[in-house]
């Protein structure tokens, strides 16, 4: 058992002084005692907040972010897919190790303690499964243990190249599988994560363009009798051009025949969703399903804007994610969630509640509780029974210097970003201190050698 000592700490509680945090050997909070004054304990000065949960990652994107800006329009979108295909064509389990653990230390020094990473790339260059059908989902699991990250890892159930079905691509043989190649690879990571309390399984059908619905009932009930509360996430309506080929295929748009032909419920989480109509927008939020936020990814690649005022009145739920790596911080999802919406509505403060909590805290909290549900794992919050992901915010930094409560999330979400992060704690273990990764030179020189052969 491990005790820390925290100057100032975010509790369900609200804002407490010299909370003692008592840690479980498995790294979860088994007390928590605001105004402890213990001197046998360092006192860890700061801010102490629950760590974020990043509920969406491609972590080998982390390799193209910035390789795509040159060209216009759409083309520019065609130029970044065709890059990604060719990095696909290229990377080997150690480089893509190298790569994800690259992105993870960055989403930990950001402030994210843990990820779902949304996993399709299964087997090797020539579309072959490797000797060891799991290998490049437990070279995920590697990763996230080599920079201290928890993870819910989402194996994705990939078949077909588009909507008809139109066959995979040259380009996807990496990722496609059949119900029973799908069921081996998962069946082995199940075996692989049964002693890790800090990595969870769940199951990601790709998106309606890449699984016909027979399929995915089949899968989802395999995944089921494995684990009846896996979480489920699915790519669905990011760009108005999937919601124009789905409806030229079927006369429905992807969200309506998802909620038409399959029992979507609070265990789904729906990547992107940008495109919605009113109607459809009502019916998701009614199945308690939540929403699975791209900010940066979804500005960058032009997907169009989410309109979380109307559905943040429906009572729906959202987490956030880092999907491509343009950027890496939950800050600047949080930040851009909202400026995405006083720049449409000419209006500020649009995403703010009636609670009275500043718009910082009501932003975070949403992105706690709703992250804690899409990774499905307890933690997004510092109470008892909750895995003790921590991160210290630096209150000497000049962005939150004499700044109290709320107004150091505010300060910190829309002014001062990853750069406030000092220290982070996942399951009570230190990962980040005064900034710095624990293993960070090791982690950036394996990744420098990847990113070299890869791109050279
Ligand atoms: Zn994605």
Same mark, same amino acid.
């Given at each position: 058992?491990? +005790? &820390?000592?925290?100057?100032?700490?975010?509790?369900?509680?609200?804002? @407490?002084?010299?909370?003692?945090?008592?840690?479980?050997?498995?790294?979860?909070?088994?007390?928590?005692?605001?105004?402890?004054?213990?001197?046998?304990?360092?006192?860890?000065?700061?801010?102490?907040?629950?760590?974020?949960?990043?509920?969406? +990652?491609?972590?080998? !994107?982390?390799? &193209? #972010?910035?390789?795509?800006?040159?060209?216009?329009?759409?083309?520019?979108?065609?130029?970044?897919?065709?890059?990604?295909?060719?990095?696909?064509?290229?990377?080997?389990?150690?480089?893509? !190790?190298?790569?994800?653990?690259?992105?993870?230390?960055?989403?930990?020094?950001?402030?994210?303690?843990?990820?779902? /990473?949304?996993?399709?790339?299964?087997?090797?260059?020539?579309?072959?499964?490797?000797?060891?059908?799991?290998?490049?989902?437990?070279? @995920?699991?590697?990763?996230?243990?080599?920079?201290?990250?928890?993870?819910? &890892?989402?194996?994705?159930?990939?078949?077909?190249?588009?909507?008809?079905?139109?066959?995979?691509?040259?380009?996807?043989?990496?990722?496609?599988?059949?119900?029973?190649?799908?069921?081996?690879?998962?069946?082995?990571? #199940?075996?692989?994560?049964?002693?890790?309390?800090?990595?969870?399984?769940?199951?990601?059908?790709?998106?309606?363009?890449?699984?016909?619905?027979?399929?995915?009932?089949?899968?989802?009930?395999?995944?089921?009798?494995?684990?009846?509360?896996?979480?489920?996430?699915?790519?669905?309506a990011e760009?108005?051009?999937?919601?124009?080929?789905?409806?030229?295929?079927?006369?429905?748009?992807?969200?309506?025949?998802?909620?038409?032909?399959?029992?979507?419920?609070?265990?789904?989480?729906?990547?992107h969703a940008t495109h919605? +109509?009113?109607?459809?927008?009502?019916?998701?939020?009614?199945?308690? #399903?939540?929403?699975?936020?791209?900010?940066?990814?979804?500005?960058?690649?032009?997907d169009g804007?989410f309109?979380?005022?109307?559905?943040?009145?429906?009572?729906?739920?959202?987490?956030?994610?880092?999907?491509?790596?343009?950027?890496?911080?939950?800050?600047?999802?949080?930040?851009?969630?909202?400026?995405?919406?006083?720049?449409?509505?000419?209006?500020?403060?649009?995403?703010?509640?009636?609670?009275?909590?500043?718009?910082?805290?009501?932003?975070?909290?949403?992105?706690?509780?709703?992250?804690?549900?899409?990774?499905?794992?307890?933690?997004? $919050?510092?109470?008892?029974?909750?895995?003790?992901?921590?991160?210290?915010?630096?209150?000497?930094?000049?962005?939150?210097?004499?700044?109290?409560?709320?107004? $150091?999330?505010? +300060?910190?979400?829309? #002014?001062?970003?990853?750069?406030?992060?000092?220290?982070?704690?996942?399951?009570?273990? !230190?990962?980040?201190?005064?900034?710095?990764?624990?293993?960070?030179? /090791?982690?950036?020189?394996?990744?420098?050698?990847?990113?070299?052969?890869?791109?050279?």
């Amino acid at each position: 058992m491990t +005790s &820390l000592l925290f100057s100032r700490a975010l509790t369900p509680n609200g804002w @407490c002084d010299d909370v003692r945090v008592e840690i479980s050997g498995q790294g979860m909070i088994r007390s928590l005692e605001p105004g402890c004054r213990d001197a046998a304990l360092p006192v860890i000065g700061g801010v102490a907040i629950p760590g974020v949960p990043n509920a969406h +990652s491609h972590a080998h !994107q982390r390799l &193209l #972010a910035g390789l795509a800006e040159t060209g216009a329009g759409r083309d520019s979108f065609t130029r970044w897919r065709e890059l990604m295909y060719r990095i696909v064509g290229r990377i080997d389990p150690d480089r893509f !190790q190298a790569v994800a653990s690259l992105a993870y230390m960055e989403m930990l020094k950001s402030g994210y303690t843990s990820v779902a /990473e949304f996993h399709y790339l299964h087997h090797d260059a020539g579309g072959s499964p490797y000797a060891q059908p799991a290998e490049m989902g437990l070279r @995920c699991i590697a990763a996230a243990e080599d920079a201290g990250i928890a993870l819910t &890892l989402l194996p994705s159930l990939y078949v077909h190249g588009g909507f008809g079905p139109a066959p995979a691509g040259a380009g996807q043989a990496r990722f496609v599988c059949d119900a029973g190649g799908y069921m081996e690879i998962y069946s082995a990571l #199940a075996k692989a994560v049964e002693d890790r309390p800090e990595v969870r399984l769940g199951f990601a059908p790709h998106s309606l363009r890449a699984v016909d619905e027979p399929l995915l009932k089949e899968v989802l009930a395999g995944v089921r009798q494995a684990d009846p509360d896996a979480p489920v996430h699915m790519h669905v309506a990011e760009q108005r051009s999937e919601v124009d080929d789905c409806l030229a295929w079927c006369g429905a748009t992807p969200v309506r025949r998802l909620l038409d032909g399959i029992a979507v419920d609070a265990r789904w989480n729906l990547v992107h969703a940008t495109h919605m +109509s009113d109607s459809e927008r009502s019916a998701l939020a009614a199945t308690q #399903a939540s929403v699975v936020l791209c900010p940066t990814t979804e500005a960058n690649l032009g997907d169009g804007t989410f309109p979380a005022r109307k559905w943040l009145d429906l009572e729906g739920r959202f987490s956030i994610g880092s999907d491509s790596q343009i950027t890496i911080s939950p800050t600047d999802e949080l930040r851009l969630l909202e400026y995405a919406q006083r720049l449409a509505s000419e209006s500020r403060n649009v995403l703010a509640d009636e609670s009275g909590e500043s718009l910082g805290r009501v932003l975070l909290g949403g992105a706690l509780k709703g992250g804690a549900l899409a990774l499905a794992q307890r933690c997004g $919050v510092l109470e008892e029974g909750a895995r003790a992901d921590i991160v210290v915010l630096d209150g000497e930094h000049p962005a939150l210097i004499a700044r109290d409560g709320d107004e $150091v999330l505010d +300060s910190w979400i829309f #002014a001062g970003g990853a750069a406030c992060v000092r220290d982070v704690f996942v399951g009570g273990r !230190q990962v980040v201190s005064g900034g710095r990764h624990v293993n960070e030179p /090791e982690i950036v020189a394996r990744y420098r050698e990847a990113v070299r052969a890869l791109l050279q």
